[in-house]
């Protein structure tokens, strides 16, 4: 089951980061199916949560809410600058968090 949970995961977030390619509305989409999964992710695995697991949610919920406002108020150019730098900030994270988890889990075996 968490390894479902896992690859799901990482599509979600690949068709996340590729809003030129797939389209806004398919963007969307994902970054909520992506929320959601992290906050799930986030229950599975609560009793092993540090505070930069921590610190990884809370900029995932940034990002969103980010986006979210980004959309209402588009004359307000800061929030989706905001969003952007949020986004990239969360995409190099992510890489570390997947990158070290996937060391762990080669290491076990």
Known sequence: MKKVLNITLLISFAITILVPITGIHL???AATIFLLLSIIH????RE????????????IIISFISGIFGMI????VWILNVHCM???LLIFF???HIFIFYKNFFRKK
């Open 94 to 96: 992510l890489a570390i």
């Open 42 to 45: 986030t229950v599975v695995y």
């Open 27 to 29: 963007h969307k989409l």
């Open 73 to 76: 108020l588009e004359q307000f």
């Open 86 to 88: 949020s986004s990239i």
């Open 48 to 59: 092993k949560l540090s505070t930069k697991r921590w610190f990884l949610l809370i900029l």
